[in-house]
């Protein structure tokens, strides 16, 4: 019972959802939650209890097989531009939840959100305002999401861009970083940059031009 209630737990299901699919009483699951939450107070890291990518997110990009990571719709429009949703125990019946925009073919993390404190219904609808703009959304391993957050700031630095300073407050939530991506960015294995409504196009021109030969990476900008 107890891993079958942690397995849902993952999916981000409520108490109220698990006893409903399990068919049993509130009571029975309550206890059971408040258990696999405190399993992870000694190593500091409060449980995930809910991860999500939107769908499209592995378009253009090079992902190592072995780990098994799977987008349920590729081609569905991304381009480039990848949103990760995290939520962790805050309470027993509450969630911190961060959010991050990564540009994974060139400027790594755009824009981050949070933490923020929901219960299970305010997670619901922000989930679904979160990816109101993609042909859908998945759940994810947290790995997934490290690697692509994570990893694509570290691509972006070698291309000579630094994440939103948003960042810093909801890193944590990804979990500790040490170790290479298992994704190669960029579209296709090239940096390529989409002009954004609030990017300063030709400063970013300007810094890839510092690292790079026009030759080595792609561009579009509004500008002619």
């Given at each position: 019972m107890k891993d079958r209630v942690r397995e849902l737990r993952l999916q981000g299901r409520s108490p109220k959802e698990i006893a409903r699919a399990l068919k049993v009483a509130?009571?029975?699951?309550?206890?059971?939650?408040?258990?696999?939450a405190a399993e992870t107070a000694p190593t500091g890291d409060?449980?995930?209890?809910?991860?999500?990518?939107?769908t499209g997110w592995s378009d253009?990009?090079?992902?190592?097989p072995a780990r098994g990571w799977v987008d349920e719709a590729p081609g569905s429009g991304a381009d480039g531009m990848v949103c990760v949703l995290v939520a962790r125990r805050h309470t027993w019946?509450?969630?911190?939840?961060?959010?991050?925009?990564a540009d994974v073919y060139c400027l790594g993390v755009k824009n981050a959100i949070g933490p923020d404190v929901f219960d299970d219904l305010e997670l619901r609808r922000f989930?679904?305002?979160?990816?109101?703009?993609?042909?859908?959304w998945q759940e994810a391993p947290i790995e997934l999401a490290r690697h692509l957050v994570l990893g694509?700031?570290?691509?972006?630095?070698?291309l000579g861009f630094e994440p939103d300073e948003e960042i810093t407050p909801v890193a944590d939530a990804l979990g500790a970083w040490d170790e290479k991506s298992a994704i190669?960015?960029?579209?296709?294995?090239?940096?390529?940059?989409?002009?954004?409504?609030?990017?300063?196009?030709?400063?970013?021109?300007?810094?890839?031009?510092?690292?790079l030969s026009d030759d080595d990476f792609d561009?579009?900008?509004?500008?002619?």
């Open positions: 509130p009571s029975v699951v309550a206890p059971l939650v408040r258990a696999i409060p449980e995930v209890v809910g991860c999500w990518i939107n253009g990009l090079d992902v190592d019946d509450r969630m911190t939840v961060c959010g991050y925009l989930r679904e305002y979160f990816f109101g703009e993609y042909a859908g694509s700031v570290d691509h972006a630095r070698t190669t960015f960029g579209r296709d294995g090239r940096p390529f940059y989409v002009e954004g409504p609030h990017d300063d196009a030709a400063k970013v021109l300007r810094t890839l031009r510092r690292t561009y579009v900008t509004a500008a002619p």
